[in-house]
């Protein structure tokens, strides 16, 4: 059987509204996925083991005393907004950093169906961001780790 949301909600134990923002997240990548490539076709049945939960085993990562946080090369929203369906509570900002015109459209109609306010999209490239320092960045897939480390070094200081 593929891991569903309710393994999701037992093995991270987060609240029924937490879980309520995951699965309208789901849906909003479901349906924009029909017309966008945003994850690959052959990962949507593995979606909340590949991508939900791989995203979520970060958040233990991410102090407690974090406020913001930026997701570079956001994309489809991974690890960047199930970060923030969990650290909502706690007052954790998130930034989402896309430059592709879509996946940015996309992460701003998620941020709406999920009905989250710590979430914003950042319609930019990389190399051009003017942001205050975040506690915490993060990135999925977007470049080779020395590159990454060049990213983060300039973001973060």
Same mark, same amino acid.
């Given at each position: 059987?593929?891991?569903?949301? =309710?393994? @999701?909600?037992?093995?991270? =134990?987060?609240?029924? *509204?937490?879980?309520?923002?995951? *699965?309208?997240? &789901? !849906? %909003?990548?479901? &349906?924009?996925?029909?017309?966008?490539?945003?994850?690959?076709r052959?990962?949507?049945?593995?979606?909340w083991?590949?991508? @939900?939960?791989?995203?979520?085993?970060? @958040? /233990?990562?991410?102090?407690?005393? /974090?406020?913001?946080?930026?997701?570079?090369?956001?994309? =489809?929203?991974f690890?960047?907004?199930?970060?923030? /369906?969990?650290? *909502?509570?706690?007052?954790?900002?998130?930034t989402?950093?896309?430059?592709?015109?879509?996946? /940015? !459209?996309?992460?701003?109609a998620?941020?709406?169906?999920?009905?989250?306010?710590?979430?914003?999209?950042?319609?930019?490239?990389? *190399?051009?961001?003017?942001? !205050?320092?975040?506690?915490?960045?993060?990135?999925? =897939?977007?470049?080779?780790?020395?590159?990454? %480390?060049?990213?983060?070094?300039?973001?973060?200081?």
């Open positions: 059987m593929p891991y569903a949301p =309710a393994d @999701f909600a037992a093995a991270f =134990a987060v609240s029924a *509204e937490t879980m309520r923002r995951l *699965e309208a997240y &789901d !849906a %909003c990548l479901l &349906d924009w996925s029909v017309r966008h490539n945003l994850i690959a052959s990962t949507l049945e593995e979606r083991d590949r991508h @939900f939960r791989d995203s979520a085993q970060l @958040f /233990a990562l991410v102090p407690a005393q /974090a406020k913001s946080l930026i997701d570079l090369g956001s994309g =489809a929203g690890p960047g907004l199930v970060l923030a /369906a969990m650290g *909502e509570a706690r007052g954790l900002e998130v989402l950093v896309e430059s592709i015109g879509k996946k /940015a !459209a996309f992460l701003t998620a941020i709406e169906a999920m009905g989250i306010a710590n979430a914003r999209v950042l319609p930019a490239r990389i *190399e051009s961001l003017k942001v !205050a320092r975040p506690d915490v960045i993060t990135a999925r =897939a977007l470049a080779n780790l020395p590159s990454l %480390c060049g990213y983060a070094h300039e973001i973060g200081g």
